[in-house]
């Protein structure tokens, strides 16, 4: 690893988040409360707005730049592609989950298992490895594909309890045949399960040399958990993971400004190098790499534009600016809006505006702050107001589908930075450490393995 290679790439990313957090560093439900769409320089939107659908798509997917544009939306352009490390998606294998696998699964989770499966495979055929730890199995799809097209004994580490015990019952079910070389237990893992999962492996399968660890979408901590588990652990020769939802890391200190609330994180960044980057520059990434970063590092890529539609663009806009203008107006009137449901409002039951207030009002509660709890406003005048902003407010369609496609350009860069600062803690633990390009982008989101092999 190049120390000095790795501080300038850290550097240089590091100070174009912190140039562009008018884009990323607040939820997409603020973009009118706290006037984001204001915020696109007025030099970027005359020329923006001016753009056709296909020159739009072909802005945010391929970063296309028109030679009159003025040099400071060039510059972001460049720099989108600049910092973003990640390998490009060749031409994927054409495996295929066998039939009787497909049951009851997405499109989604069958890409998802067998190209996973078959890195796995190709990994451990190469530094010769039998026996596999999926650590986070959820259901154990990815153990029983790997024992049924490969022959490998597994062992499927899971905390939640509901989960262990509906991999077992369709595993009796199903394939009944992988019971002795499929295993499924209960474990909290954490940095400190290194024993525990040695105990663990050796009672369920005897005589254990080398083994790989792999983990689907480990959520939040557990990608670096699997890591530190990985570096402890004897027996772990090889490791392949699959991060997700780099948004639900814990906070370990949290500072409220006038402005905004600083966040810090117990396990970002991880890497000294980037530590150092960040001491020897000043940056208070707590000021800038916050949640809605880290969210927006797991959203769904800049290829979801290709060929999209000026119909699936409006109803983006459309859906993205009813949900702010609610968040609007809830500030506007000292409310505290709370869904009733899990789910917010349907889209599919919202043809206009009328339509998605009342179905709104249906679905989340608009909680007075505890100074006006005996206030009381009718549904029809708080459809009424609702109206009205969006009467305001509802010219700024095309501006949504802007600031969108401008954000949607940072995900990979800001993915990029997150799964750099993995790879290079990996490297300073001397680890041989690549990222792999496993998915298509379009199906599954989180398409990168770090594979790392112990020497």
Not at 7 to 22: M, V
Not at 266 to 290: M, V, W
Not at 381 to 398: A, N, R
């Amino acid at each position: 690893m190049d120390i000095n290679a790795e501080k300038k790439y850290f550097f240089e990313t590091l100070r174009f988040f912190h140039e562009t957090q008018w884009l990323h560093n607040i939820p997409v439900i603020d973009i009118l409360t706290k006037a984001s769409l204001d915020a696109i320089p007025k030099e970027w939107i005359k020329h923006l707005e001016m753009l056709e659908n296909e020159e739009l798509n072909n802005l945010v997917v391929e970063k296309t730049i028109k030679s009159d544009w003025p040099d400071s939306l060039k510059t972001y352009v460049t720099k989108c592609k600049e910092v973003n490390r990640l390998p490009p998606i060749s031409i994927l294998s054409s495996v295929k989950l066998p039939q009787h696998f497909k049951i009851g699964l997405s499109q989604k989770k069958q890409h998802e298992i067998m190209h996973l499966a078959h890195l796995v495979d190709v990994q451990c055929k190469r530094h010769d490895i039998q026996t596999i730890i999926d650590l986070g199995a959820g259901l154990g799809y990815v153990c029983q594909m790997l024992y049924y097209l490969h022959n490998y004994q597994i062992l499927g580490l899971e905390r939640d309890k509901e989960n262990i015990n509906r991999a077992f019952t369709r595993q009796k079910k199903l394939f009944p045949e992988s019971l002795t070389k499929v295993k499924y237990v209960h474990c909290d893992i954490t940095c400190d399960s290194v024993d525990t999962i040695e105990s663990i492996l050796q009672q369920k399968f005897h005589d254990v040399a080398n083994v790989c660890l792999i983990g689907l979408h480990a959520c939040g901590d557990l990608s670096t958990s699997a890591s530190t588990i990985f570096c402890k652990m004897k027996s772990a020769k090889l490791f392949i993971l699959i991060s997700c939802c780099y948004h639900k890391l814990l906070i370990s200190k949290s500072i409220q400004t006038p402005l905004q609330e600083k966040q810090y994180f117990h396990n970002f960044p991880t890497s000294n190098c980037l530590r150092e980057t960040i001491a020897a520059h000043n940056f208070d990434i707590g000021q800038f790499l916050r949640i809605p970063f880290l969210r927006l590092a797991c959203q769904e890529s800049a290829d979801k534009w290709h060929g999209m539609t000026q119909e699936k663009h409006d109803d983006h806009s459309f859906h993205v600016l009813a949900r702010a203008v609610l968040q609007l107006y809830s500030q506007q009137n000292n409310y505290v809006l709370k869904k009733k449901v899990r789910k917010g409002t349907r889209k599919s039951q919202c043809s206009n505006f009328q339509t998605y207030v009342k179905d709104s009002l249906l679905r989340y509660d608009f909680v007075p702050n505890a100074d006006e709890t005996d206030r009381v406003v009718t549904r029809e005048k708080m459809e009424k107001d609702l109206t009205q902003i969006w009467e305001e407010q509802s010219k700024s369609f095309k501006a949504v589908e802007i600031y969108t496609g401008l954000q949607m350009m940072l995900q990979l860069p800001a993915e990029s930075l997150i799964l750099q600062d993995r790879l290079c803690w990996l490297h300073e633990q001397n680890l041989e450490t690549v990222i792999v390009p496993v998915m298509d982008k379009c199906i599954s989101p989180r398409s990168y393995a770090i594979v790392s092999y112990k020497c």
